[in-house]
C-alpha cells in the first residue's frame, strides 16, 4: 500500500534536519507511543518503521538518494501489508488525518475487510473512530463545521456496522449534537444560490428549536451541559441575519403553533417588517391580530400597535394607543415634547422600525426609515381608502343593528356597545381599534378640496383633519349627549357632523381672503404692545451696551430707565392666523430676553410666548455659565424672516440673524468671541392653550 507520507514527515522533521535532529526526533517517537488502545503488534510495527527511517535519514548516501528521488517527482511510501495499520498510524501522527481516515474506512470494506475478530480489524476500527473525530476538529478549526459534521457522522456509521467501541462512538455521538449549531450556521451563511444547503440548514434548524421544546427551551434536553438558554440565545442572533424576512415569518409561525410565546413576537416583528419594507399594509394586519393575541409578560404592546395604526393613517387610534401605555416615561416624553403629539408618535415610529424591526433579515437593508415615502406611496393610499369605504360600510351597519337593540332594550349601556363593534372587527374587519370614526367620510371631501397639496403631503392631510376633528369635537359632543335626537334618527349625527365640518371650511376660506386686513391690524395692536413706551428713552442697541458695560455672573442691578424692557411681561399671541410680523416680534422679544438673561442683567421673562422647554434649557446654561464663572455678551439682528410651512398647530419659519457671542469670565477678562453673518436659524412654533409659542428652534439649519 501506498500512503501520501515521506520519511521527513514520518518521523516528524523537515527535510534540513540534521542526523543529531533526526535522531533525536526518533527517540521521542518511540517514547510517545500512542495508547488509545492498540494491539502489541501494530505498535511494534510503527517502532520498526521508525527505526528504519532514522537509519535511512542519518546515512549520508542513503539520505542522497532519497533525495534525489523526492527531486524528481517520488511521492509517497510503499508499505507491505503487514504494515499498513503501522503506516496509517503514522500517517494520523502527522497531521493528516483526513487521508488517514479515508484509507482505513476503505480497508474496512469489502473486499478487503479483515478477518472478524482479528487484531487488524481492531485496530483499523480504533484507527477510523480516532481520525474522524481528528478529522472533525480539522475542519471546525477552518470553520467547515458541516465537514466536520459529515467526518463525525461516518465515524458513528463505520462503528455501528463494526459493532465495537460503544464508549468512543457515544463520544462521537455527543460531538455532532455540540457541532449541530455551527454546521447550521455553516449550512445557512453560504450563498442563497446553493438552495440545498440552505434547505437542508433551515430543517436543522427548525427541528433543534422544537426538540429544545421552543425559543423558551421548555424541554428538558438530552445533553444538559450543552447549548443552554443563554449559549443558545446567542447562538440564534448570530444566526437570525442569514434568514430572509419570510423565512423567519414562516419559521416563528410554525413554532407559534407549537406553544412558542416569544415566536409569536418574533413573528409579529418579522411580519411589520416586511410589511413596512415592501409595502404590504396587509401584512400590519397580521402583524396586530398576532400581537393582540400574545400575552408575554411584561410587554407594553400599546405603543407597538399604535405605531402601526400610525403607518395605517389611523391617527386617532394610534394618539390612544400611546396615551394607554403603561411606561409612564414615555407618556412623560409624549407630555413633554416641544411639539404636537403626532410628531413626537412620528419619531417614536421611525425609531422602533430603524432599531427594533427592519434589523436582522438577509434580504433587508434599510438604513433609515422614511415615513414620507410611505404614505407618498400611492399603492398605501388605495388600501387605506379602500378600508375607509369598507370601515364606513360596517360603520353604518352596525349603528343600525345597534338602533334595533336600543329599541327592545333602552338601558344597553355603552360597555356593551363597544363588545358588539369589537365582535365585528373581530369577524369583519382587521382594523385597529375596531370601527373607524365617521368623520372619515368628511376626509374624502377634504381631499378634493386641496387635492394636489394633499397627494404630495398625506401625512399632513391626516393631520390637519384630525385638528379640524378636534376643533368641532365640543359641538359634536353636544350633539351625541342627546339621547332624544340618537334615538330618533342616529343618521342624523354624520349629517350633522358633515355640515358642521363643511360650515368650518367655508369660515376658514372666508376669514383667510377677507379678513387679512383685520388680522394685520390685531398684529399691529399686538406688536405695539411689546414696544416699549415712548417716553422710554432706551433701544435695544442702548439696552446691550449697558450689559456690554456692567457685566455680571449674577443678576446684576438693572438701570432705573431700563427696567420696563428686562421686566416686561410679554402679551400672548393669540392670533389663529399670526403675520410674519407677529412671528418675527415673537422672535425678536425671545432674542432680546434670551441675550439679557445669558449676561446676567435679567431674569428670564418669556412663559406667555415660549415653551417650558426651551426657558428650562436657557436657565440649564445660564446654571452651568455660573459653575464656570463667565457670562455671554451676545448681539443678534434679524435681518431675513421666511415662513416655511403653516399648520393650525404649527408654525416653521427660517430666519437669517447678525449674531456675535463674546464670552467673558466674571472678572473681565475676555475669554473667546463668535460671530456668523449670517447664521441661518429654524424657528418652530406650536399652538397651544390657545396662544402661540417658540418650542424649539434648529442652528445651521
Known amino acids: 500500500m501506498e500512503l501520501p507520507l515521506d520519511h521527513f514527515r514520518l518521523i516528524g522533521v523537515s527535510p534540513s534536519a540534521t542526523s543529531e535532529e533526526i535522531l533525536r526526533a526518533f527517540q521521542l517517537r518511540l517514547d510517545k507511543t500512542p495508547d488509545e488502545g492498540f494491539t502489541y503488534e501494530v505498535l511494534t510495527q510503527r517502532s520498526e518503521l521508525l527505526r528504519l527511517t532514522a537509519d535511512l535519514l542519518t546515512d549520508p548516501e542513503s539520505r542522497r538518494d532519497y533525495e534525489n528521488l523526492l527531486l524528481n517527482g517520488k511521492s509517497g511510501l510503499d508499505f507491505p501489508s503487514n504494515r499498513e495499520v503501522a503506516g496509517l498510524i503514522l500517517l494520523w501522527e502527522s497531521g493528516s488525518p483526513k487521508e488517514a481516515f479515508k484509507i482505513?474506512?476503505?480497508?474496512?470494506?469489502?473486499?478487503?475487510?479483515?478477518?472478524?475478530?482479528?487484531?487488524?480489524?481492531?485496530?483499523?476500527?480504533?484507527?477510523?473512530?480516532?481520525?474522524?473525530?481528528?478529522?472533525?476538529?480539522?475542519?471546525?478549526?477552518?470553520?467547515?463545521?458541516?465537514?466536520a459534521a459529515d467526518f463525525l457522522h461516518e465515524g458513528i456509521q463505520l462503528l455501528q456496522r463494526m459493532g465495537k467501541l460503544a464508549d468512543i462512538r457515544k463520544e462521537l455521538e455527543e460531538d455532532l449534537i455540540a457541532l449541530l449549531p455551527y454546521r447550521i450556521l455553516d449550512l445557512l451563511s453560504r450563498d442563497l444560490n446553493d438552495q440545498e444547503s440552505h434547505k437542508k440548514g433551515l430543517s436543522m434548524l427548525e427541528n433543534l428549536i422544537i426538540k429544545r421544546g421552543g425559543l423558551e427551551g421548555n424541554n428538558k434536553f438530552e445533553f444538559k451541559?450543552?447549548?443552554?438558554?443563554?449559549?443558545?440565545?446567542?447562538?440564534?442572533?448570530?444566526?437570525?441575519?442569514?434568514?430572509?424576512?419570510?423565512?423567519?415569518?414562516?419559521?416563528?409561525?410554525?413554532?407559534?403553533?407549537?406553544?412558542?410565546?416569544?415566536?409569536?413576537?418574533?413573528?409579529?416583528?418579522?411580519?411589520?417588517?416586511?410589511?413596512?419594507?415592501?409595502?404590504?399594509?396587509?401584512?400590519?394586519?397580521?402583524?396586530?391580530?398576532?400581537?393582540?393575541?400574545?400575552?408575554?409578560?411584561?410587554?407594553?404592546s400599546m405603543p407597538l400597535v399604535g405605531c402601526l395604526d400610525l403607518?395605517?393613517?389611523?391617527?386617532?387610534?394610534?394618539?390612544?394607543?400611546?396615551?394607554s401605555s403603561s411606561d409612564e416615561n414615555l407618556r412623560d416624553w409624549l407630555d413633554n415634547y416641544p411639539g404636537n403629539k403626532l410628531e413626537a408618535i412620528c419619531i417614536f415610529c421611525k425609531n422602533w422600525l430603524e432599531n427594533d424591526v427592519l434589523v436582522g433579515f438577509r434580504d433587508i437593508d434599510l438604513?433609515?426609515?422614511?415615513?414620507?415615502?410611505?404614505?407618498?406611496?400611492?399603492?398605501?393610499?388605495?388600501?387605506?381608502?379602500?378600508?375607509?369605504?369598507?370601515?364606513?360600510?360596517?360603520?353604518?351597519?352596525?349603528?343600525?343593528k345597534n338602533q334595533q337593540i336600543e329599541k327592545g332594550s333602552s338601558t344597553k349601556n355603552t360597555e356593551d356597545f363597544d363588545n358588539f363593534l369589537g365582535n365585528i372587527e373581530e369577524k369583519s374587519l382587521p382594523w385597529p381599534g375596531g370601527i373607524k370614526k365617521d368623520y372619515k367620510k368628511v376626509e374624502i371631501k377634504e381631499k378634493e378640496f386641496n387635492e394636489e397639496y394633499f397627494k404630495k403631503k398625506p401625512l399632513e392631510f391626516y393631520n390637519f383633519l384630525i385638528e379640524k376633528f378636534a376643533e368641532l369635537k365640543f359641538s359634536i359632543g353636544e350633539l351625541l349627549n342627546n339621547k332624544e335626537i340618537i334615538n330618533k334618527s342616529p343618521y342624523l349625527i354624520y349629517i350633522y357632523a358633515f355640515l358642521i365640518l363643511f360650515t368650518f371650511g367655508i369660515g376658514i376660506g372666508f376669514l383667510r381672503n377677507n379678513?387679512?386686513?383685520?388680522?394685520?391690524?390685531?398684529?399691529?395692536?399686538?406688536?405695539?404692545?411689546?414696544?416699549?413706551?415712548?417716553?422710554?428713552?432706551?433701544?435695544e442697541k442702548d439696552i446691550?451696551?449697558?450689559?456690554?458695560?456692567?457685566?455680571?455672573?449674577?443678576?446684576?442691578?438693572?438701570?432705573?430707565?431700563?427696567?420696563?424692557?428686562?421686566?416686561?411681561?410679554?402679551?400672548?399671541?393669540?392670533?389663529?392666523?399670526?403675520?410674519?410680523?407677529?412671528?418675527?416680534?415673537l422672535i425678536k422679544g425671545w432674542l432680546l430676553n434670551k441675550s439679557n438673561y445669558l449676561a446676567g442683567k435679567s431674569e428670564i421673562n418669556l412663559s406667555k410666548i415660549v415653551s417650558k422647554g426651551l426657558i428650562d434649557r436657557t436657565i440649564e446654561e445660564r446654571q452651568n455659565d455660573i459653575k464656570k464663572e463667565i457670562y455671554k455678551e451676545i448681539n443678534s439682528q434679524i435681518i431675513r424672516i421666511d415662513l416655511e410651512s403653516q399648520t393650525s398647530s404649527r408654525i416653521v419659519v427660517l430666519v437669517e440673524l447678525n449674531y456675535s457671542e463674546r464670552i467673558v469670565k466674571n472678572s473681565g477678562e475676555f475669554v473667546n468671541e463668535t460671530s456668523l453673518t449670517p447664521l441661518k436659524v429654524k424657528y418652530i412654533l406650536g399652538f397651544t392653550n390657545k396662544s402661540w409659542k417658540l418650542v424649539d428652534f434648529v442652528s445651521g439649519f
Open 104 to 147: 482505513t474506512r476503505k480497508a474496512l470494506q469489502p473486499p478487503q475487510t479483515p478477518a472478524l475478530g482479528s487484531s487488524r480489524e481492531a485496530d483499523l476500527t480504533l484507527l477510523a473512530a480516532l481520525t474522524a473525530r481528528d478529522s472533525a476538529i480539522q475542519e471546525q478549526q477552518l470553520r467547515s463545521y458541516s465537514n
Open 544 to 585: 446691550i451696551q449697558e450689559i456690554k458695560k456692567n457685566p455680571s455672573s449674577k443678576l446684576n442691578p438693572i438701570p432705573e430707565e431700563s427696567t420696563s424692557i428686562f421686566s416686561y411681561e410679554f402679551k400672548e399671541l393669540n392670533s389663529p392666523s399670526p403675520s410674519l410680523e407677529d412671528i418675527k416680534n
Open 225 to 300: 451541559d450543552y447549548l443552554n438558554q443563554d449559549e443558545f440565545e446567542a447562538f440564534f442572533q448570530q444566526i437570525k441575519p442569514f434568514l430572509t424576512v419570510q423565512e423567519q415569518i414562516d419559521l416563528f409561525l410554525e413554532l407559534q403553533k407549537r406553544g412558542s410565546l416569544e415566536a409569536g413576537f418574533l413573528a409579529f416583528l418579522s411580519l411589520t417588517a416586511i410589511g413596512f419594507s415592501r409595502r404590504k399594509p396587509e401584512k400590519l394586519f397580521e402583524a396586530r391580530r398576532i400581537l393582540k393575541k400574545l400575552n408575554l409578560s411584561g410587554l407594553d
Open 367 to 400: 438604513k433609515e426609515v422614511d415615513l414620507d415615502s410611505w404614505f407618498e406611496d400611492r399603492e398605501i393610499q388605495e388600501f387605506i381608502e379602500k378600508l375607509e369605504k369598507k370601515s364606513n360600510k360596517i360603520a353604518i351597519r352596525s349603528n343600525h
Open 311 to 323: 403607518l395605517l393613517a389611523d391617527i386617532d387610534q394610534a394618539s390612544a394607543r400611546f396615551s
Open 515 to 539: 379678513l387679512k386686513k383685520s388680522f394685520q391690524e390685531q398684529a399691529i395692536n399686538e406688536k405695539s404692545l411689546i414696544a416699549i413706551d415712548k417716553n422710554q428713552k432706551i433701544s
